[in-house]
């Protein structure tokens, strides 16, 4: 099916149920439940969650096949934002053009730096990219502020030009981005009982093209061109040293892995049409390193697992605070509930990063594949165990 084998089809349509069930999936426990704290299936993180995946795929493409570690890679999600902006206040509302323009600027900037970059190799090549990005960080703060508007950052105003579109509706107020008069902010309510889950336009339009984006990475990676990156991690010199120039295939990955990040960036600004420069800082490019090495580098779905897991801590995790630690815990004896609160405050909370890292570092240690990894023992734990019961039933049948 759609010219992938029945693994990789087989895991495509799973990836595509969790997507589209995620609403459902995402809201467990009923929302006057105490452990509703835990629910994140409101549209805004559940877009966050497809967007950054595919920054992480993108990434992924360059990192895991080619083994090249860039620290630039928010400068792509950054200048994606910004052309969307700007096409939202020249042309239209509609989202199309702004992430198509988001993808051919993020495509051309990175053939820039990539083509200055890749004549490094190893960390000379990461400290390079980081300082391309940091370049374009201090350019978007302060050098461009009449295309990026600095600080304050570019947003919609009534008096841009909009010249296919409308400056302002009815009522005086600037336009919602849309899909063809869909617009990407309505959402519908579903109530079941206790649990009431939302489905919202915007997040279906980004989960369709994150699966679209998730598809072109599994014929990336399956192809030829996927192949000879594989090649160039193992042993780039060896590669060379056969005739054949590895450059152009790791400055093709490296664009390529810079219009995922574009075309995330277009998606942000289309969800919430603003642009500042602090998506260019060094701390975003950091955030999608660690997504994709949690998740699993070089594998399919763990750079997306890596991205929502990072970002359920960062919009989820943090939101515990010690009043909820209390709520928890009321049922203890007041100097042990103040002691248990106590203990667990530095990881909650302002504290999240210090129980990411540490989730992390155990990661990095025992299971270096990510959370890949650790899904695949588990199933090879369960396989053994069913297929040495099966042993055991054959060994007790009496012989014929």
């Keep these: 099916m ?22 459902f999936i995402l809201n467990p426990f009923p929302t006057d439940s105490g452990l509703a704290q835990f629910n994140a299936g409101y549209p805004d993180l559940m877009q966050r969650f497809v967007i950054f995946g595919i920054f992480a795929i993108g990434f992924n493409i360059l990192f895991g096949l080619t083994g090249y570690l860039s620290f630039g890679h928010a400068a792509f999600l950054g200048v994606g934002s910004y052309s969307a902006v700007w096409m939202f206040k020249l042309l239209s509302m509609n989202i199309i053009p702004a992430i198509v323009l988001s993808v051919v600027i993020a495509g051309l900037f990175a053939l820039v730096i990539g083509y200055v970059s890749l004549r490094r190799s190893g960390i000379y ?19 461009l502020t009449p295309i990026t508007n600095g600080e304050t950052g570019l947003q919609l105003t009534l008096e841009d030009p909009r010249i296919l579109g409308t400056s302002a509706t009815a009522d005086g107020s600037i336009p919602v981005t849309n899909l063809f008069g869909l617009e990407m902010r309505s959402a519908t309510d579903l109530v079941i009982g206790p649990w009431s889950f939302t489905f919202s336009a915007g997040y279906y339009v980004c989960a369709i093209v994150m699966l679209v984006a998730f598809y072109l990475a599994i014929r990336i990676f399956r192809s030829p061109f996927g192949m000879m990156l594989r090649a160039i991690k193992s042993n780039q010199n060896r590669l060379n040293y056969t005739g054949l120039n590895s450059r152009p295939y790791t400055l093709a990955a490296f664009v390529i892995s810079g219009m995922y990040a574009g075309l995330a960036g277009g998606l942000m600004a289309s969800m919430d049409p603003l642009a500042g420069a602090e998506r260019m800082q060094w701390t975003a490019s950091g955030e999608v390193v ?13 750079p997306v697992l890596g991205a929502g897991m990072i970002k ?14 209390h709520g928890w815990f009321a049922w203890m004896p007041d100097g042990i509930e103040d002691l248990t ?23 990095v240690i025992f299971l270096p594949g990510g959370l890949v990894e650790g899904g695949q023992r588990i199933m090879r734990l369960f396989s053994r165990k069913k297929a040495t019961k099966d042993d055991k039933s054959k060994a007790k049948q009496p012989a014929e």
């Design 125 to 143: 090549f990461s400290i390079l990219t980081l300082a391309f990005a940091q370049m374009s960080f201090a350019l978007a703060y302060s050098v």
């Design 290 to 302: 660690l997504m994709t090495i949690l998740g699993g580098a070089g594998t399919l779905i763990g």
């Design 2 to 23: 759609f010219g992938l084998d029945k693994k990789d089809t087989t895991l495509l349509l799973v990836v595509a149920l969790l997507t589209l069930l995620a609403p």
């Design 312 to 325: 359920y801590f960062e919009n989820i995790f943090s939101k515990i605070n010690d009043n909820v630690l």
């Design 341 to 363: 609160v106590a203990i667990i405050h530095p990881f909650i909370g302002k504290g999240w990063h210090l129980t990411l890292g540490i989730l992390f570092m155990l990661v």
